[in-house]
């Protein structure tokens, strides 16, 4: 049996706050609109703590988030296209956790936030694809995606950003986020795992914010704040573009 609060022991107030506010805004998040999760998290996290920590349990709480929410978008997942996603995720995840286990903390918090700067600025400028994604092009985003998830723990970026150009319905983007990130996760947490990077620590921390995410995801599914789910993905974005220039002044401070 392991001290559960061990891993907040040591936090002081400010890093305590941050995390937090990251957690309870991701967890909205998730559950408004399937996405943002762990870009929220891992983004306010690795302002105060090590980023390889943060992106464990992002993993851990997003396979706990998609079990949550499998019931109410089980009849809208696209199960071919998640499928091919899943295919190239399957390729790129190792890679991701390659690059997360060697890669020093400093370099890694500014590809964090790099990443989901590009990624938020894409989606708030609306890419559009000319044509549907040919099953090719499909498992190169999955791949991409896995590699991100391995990395920093946001494979559902790139995804969201390929449906959005896509020109799918918020409802089949909201849907197939949802899937492939269980199936994503349970991946990317199997390499983390063969590479010591999950371990009675990660589990603890989860567990201390299951609470959080559980309330936080009803709270987001029930409309709680009243926005239009636009509206609310426009301030997502947002919030994130500004962790993201929080974080690279940062890593470059």
Request: proline letters at 4%; aromatic letters at 8%; a positive charge.
């Amino acid at each position: 049996m392991f001290a559960l609060f061990d891993p907040i022991a040591d936090l002081g107030p400010v890093a305590f706050a941050v995390m937090l506010a990251g957690l309870a805004v991701g967890s909205l998040a998730r559950g408004y609109s399937g996405f943002g999760f762990s870009a929220l998290l891992v983004a306010s996290w690795s302002l105060v703590g090590t980023p390889a920590r943060a992106v464990a349990v992002a993993l851990v709480l997003e396979v706990t988030a998609s079990v949550l929410q499998a019931v109410s978008v089980w009849r809208d997942v696209p199960w071919k296209r998640v499928g091919l996603l899943i295919g190239g995720a399957a390729v790129g995840t190792p890679i991701g956790v390659h690059l997360l286990a060697v890669t020093d903390e400093r370099t890694l918090r500014l590809a964090i936030a790099g990443f989901i700067l590009a990624a938020a600025l894409a989606l708030l400028a609306g890419v559009r694809l000319r044509a549907r994604g040919t099953p090719p092009l499909v498992l190169a985003v999955g791949a991409a995606s896995g590699a991100c998830n391995g990395a920093v723990a946001m494979g559902g970026l790139p995804v969201a950003v390929f449906l959005a150009a896509e020109g799918a319905s918020p409802r089949v983007v909201r849907a197939s986020v949802v899937a492939y990130f269980f199936l994503l996760d349970v991946i990317g947490l199997f390499f983390l795992a063969r590479a010591g990077l999950v371990g009675r620590e990660t589990v603890s921390l989860a567990l201390l914010c299951l609470p959080v995410l559980v309330v936080g995801m009803w709270l987001g599914g029930r409309h709680f704040l009243g926005a239009t789910p636009d509206g609310f993905r426009r301030i997502t974005l947002a919030l994130l573009v500004l962790l993201a220039l929080v974080g690279i002044a940062r890593a470059l401070g």
